[in-house]
């Protein structure tokens, strides 16, 4: 649909200035034929916006739940004569608090942002910039937050080990990261093809179900 509205921006404006074509046989505008013989595309494209919106917000909000409690948590404890936390002069722990605040603000963001598409009005013009525009942010809020909820689990739970087994841990936590890293990279393709059709101007059209 994103392709199609850019064939039909660059058709419109490679059309002379004072054209006189305004109107076809049955008396409709380019802009309502358009909208016409699109809305099966329309309508498939925001039904799967839809689903994936609704997909990611869930987990969004399972990532907001758990960074909420996470950020609420202090290593350590508190100090109880300065109320200040014992391990605030830790480097793990600055990274502690600086990831588990990341992926509360992040994991909100991504939320907010499925939201609008989920509420979104689905007009044809949404489909050019706004749709595909919320869908990359949002994607990239909710992996970023997926990162730093795990980065804040590891350096949390690094202070629960002992000193010598912290170097058997790396390991482990290196393999809790693979399968999220896994799930971003099989997003590759998708955020290959926003990017490509968000910032590339010249139209690209297959005419492949048309010579059937």
Known sequence: ??????????????????????????????QEVFTTSHKHLRKEGSDWLVKT????????????????????????????????????????????????LLALCLSVTALVFFLTIITSRYEAHDFSISLPRKLLLGLTSLFASIAAVLVSFCTGHIFLLDRHLRHVAYPLYAATCLPVTIFALAQLSLYYDLIRVIFRRVPERSYDEYTN
């Open 1 to 30: 649909m994103q392709w199609e509205l850019k064939w039909y921006t660059f058709v419109k404006n490679s059309m002379p200035p004072r054209s006189s074509v305004r109107y076809n046989e049955e008396g409709q505008m380019p």
């Open 53 to 100: 919106s609704e997909s990611c917000s869930v987990v969004a909000a399972l990532i907001a739940t758990v960074a909420f409690a996470t950020s609420a948590s202090v290593p350590g404890g508190l100090d109880d004569k300065t109320g200040s936390p014992i391990l605030k002069d830790k480097p793990a722990f600055n990274a502690f608090t600086i990831s588990s």
